[in-house]
């Protein structure tokens, strides 16, 4: 039988059609040319003969829902046409086709590169290829355990897979927290918002985005109206999550005076459509596909953080010092969350601990009836402030349940606290209010809250300032009395850079007295977690190293291992100081002449400095 590569385009087309390419309203299934401009645009002159021309695959697969990503197919009759050594023959080979137009595209999309080949469904050769958008280099498509995919799959999938692929996510993050800036000075310039509704304003559209009515007909409000109806649909949204233990009024109360504020209704030259389409219109194309996908990525807080960056004055006012990403990420790791645990955040702030705690649980969770128990059951929070609470909660509908356990008061409220011990969670992860001056709110006041309203056993972890391990204070000896200090952690100085805050972790296991457990607290010395300082994005992970020390990080502490210059276990009590370095072996061997030289020169310094 003589090969037709029609017939292969026929087979990739029934299997397209299997998996529900056709069906789906967001996305578009194109053959052999595009009408997206940039599509057009970017395969202009990129002919496989290289001789100019416009090229195009066989077929061109985007959706609305994802758009920075694109699914390019490129077929051969003959298997043995599928893929040449060297990948440079795309007029001859499969993949060395869609390979030549992937490269093309990729300078504006996310591509998913399809070869196919073969005569029958059952003999077909299928290579999923990504290139990250700006790269060059592709990388075989694989699945959640690293396995190559070699099959065709649904369209949801190919996104999930191609969204974890490290290179993407770093650069979806990248793009995100560039855009941030970006809106956070066009709020500044035009809505003239305040710095507490500018994170409002943003965490309020992404939940009137996830009705789908109001995200396909913003467009059509006069500005007036388009205020009155982004603040409708909030209220809906928020009635439809349901969330168990809050007031609809506290969770959409704050959102009100953007719903009436004057600068975003009205009808401006530059601006003809109004302030607050242009802010829904740029959030729908660049955050909303990024969360719709995230879901172990708290993005409120991450604007919320990135907003506190620009405000005048005290960076600390009311002792907020968001928690890092990889810090919350690495909570839920020492905790060892599992599908069954629960989990208490009594600072919830914007909810990074708690959806941080998710993920991880998601992870292990096979289940519909398992991750539906985790968002009902398996998550509890508690924050004071009002606007907070408002992003907290918000947060929470992001990810797609709502079902959270949300309180909105004090921690310290006897109504709430007797609410929250009925749950019986076993996990309590805080970052509690820092600097404040009222000793009755001291750090510690509320770790030992937290650790009280846990089950005996639970595991209790705090980021805490380092003051907290190394100062005196009654509420140390007040915390041994009835718990165990099972380890802290020293972190690094810039951790919450540009807040000047040096911080720890503190472990504990709640309601096992420390005396009477006779035990060794373990410290570690995890002052370099692979970060480094940007000028403009902060603390990033520039060399990709944090998956690695993380990793040996929670490995030493699960083992408890003692090895100098890194960990070290302990006897401690109320009056001994709660840190490594107090009690740590430096390991000389690590020690050679020029750090020598280099210490007595900084030292020769310190003390001529000094003596002037």
């Known amino acids: 039988m003589s090969k037709n590569e029609r017939i292969t385009e026929n087979l990739v087309r029934d299997i397209l059609r299997d998996l529900n390419y056709y069906e789906q309203e967001e996305t578009v299934v194109e053959e052999q040319k595009s009408r997206i401009e940039e599509v057009r645009k970017l395969l202009k002159g990129a002919s ?21 990503f694109i699914i390019v197919f490129e077929c051969k009759a003959d298997t043995k046409k599928h893929q040449s050594p060297k990948l440079d023959k795309p007029v001859d080979f499969a993949v060395d086709g869609v390979l030549h137009y992937a490269k093309k595209l990729a300078k504006s999309y996310n591509v998913i590169a399809v070869a196919v080949s073969g005569q029958t469904k059952s003999s077909l050769k299928i290579s999923n290829w990504i290139i990250p958008k700006g790269n060059t280099v592709p990388k075989p498509l694989v699945n959640k355990s690293g396995k190559k995919i070699s099959s065709i799959i649904s369209l949801e999938d190919y996104v999930e897979h191609g969204t974890f692929d490290p290179d993407v996510a770093k650069k979806r993050h990248s793009d995100l927290m560039e855009f941030s800036r970006e809106l956070h000075n066009f709020m500044r310039d035009h809505a003239k918002l305040t710095e507490s509704e500018k994170p409002l304003l943003v965490s309020g559209t992404l ?120 810090v919350t990420e ?72 709502g079902k959270a356990n949300l309180h909105q008061g004090s921690c310290f409220d006897e109504a709430i606290t007797k609410e929250v011990k009925k749950q019986k969670c076993n996990i309590g992860m805080i970052n509690p209010p820092y600097s404040q001056s009222d000793e009755d709110l001291h750090e510690l006041v509320f770790v030992k809250h937290m650790l009280d309203c846990l089950d005996k056993n639970g595991i209790g972890i705090a980021i805490v300032p ?49 005396e009477v457990s006779d035990y060794k607290t373990w410290f570690g010395y995890w002052k370099e977690d692979g970060f480094i300082k940007s000028k403009h994005k902060g603390r ?73």
């Not at 009205?266 to 194309?285: S, T």
């Open 48 to 68: 496989k003969t290289g001789k100019g021309g416009i090229g195009a695959p066989e077929f061109i697969i985007s959706t609305s829902e994802t758009p920075d």
């Open 207 to 326: 939940i009137a985005l996830k009705n789908k009515a109001f995200a396909k007909s913003y467009d059509v409000y006069k500005p007036e109206e388009l205020q009155k109806e982004w603040m409708r649909v909030i209220k809906e949204e928020f009635k439809k999550a349901d969330i168990p233990n809050s007031k609809e009024y506290s969770m959409t109360q704050p959102y009100s005076s953007i719903a009436v504020h004057p600068n975003l209704g009205k009808a401006q030259a530059k601006f003809p459509q109004g302030i607050l389409y242009e802010l829904i219109k740029k959030l729908n194309e660049k955050v909303w596909p990024f969360i719709s996908v995230y879901h172990d990525f708290d993005v409120v807080g991450q604007f919320y953080g990135e907003f506190l960056k620009y405000t005048g004055g005290d960076k600390k006012a009311l002792g907020i010092v968001l928690t890092p990403r990889h």
């Open 330 to 401: 690495l909570f839920a790791l020492i905790a060892n969350v599992q599908k069954d645990s629960k989990v208490l955040d009594t600072c919830a702030g914007t909810g990074g601990f708690l959806i941080s705690a998710m993920h991880q649980m998601f992870k292990k969770a096979e289940t519909k009836a398992e991750k539906d128990r985790i968002k009902k059951e398996g998550l509890i929070g508690i924050e004071n402030q009002p606007q907070m609470y408002a992003l907290s909660a918000s947060n929470m509908i992001l990810r797609g349940d």
């Open 466 to 514: 380092m003051s907290c391990a190394i100062s005196p204070h009654p509420k140390r000896e007040e915390l041994l009395k009835y718990h165990t200090l099972d380890a802290v952690m020293s972190m690094p100085t810039e951790l919450f850079y540009p807040v000047g805050t040096v911080p720890c972790i503190m472990v504990f296991k709640a309601h096992i007295p420390h």
């Open 540 to 612: 990033i992970d520039q060399d990709n190293n944090w998956t690695t020390i993380r990793d040996h990080w929670v490995e030493t502490y699960r083992n408890r291992e003692d090895i100098a210059g890194e960990c070290i276990k302990q006897r401690v009590s109320a009056e001994d100081e709660w840190c490594a370095e107090a009690y740590m072996k430096t390991d000389y061997s690590l020690v050679n002449e020029s750090m020598f030289q280099e210490t007595v020169k900084k030292y020769m310094l310190f003390k001529l400095n000094n003596n002037k």
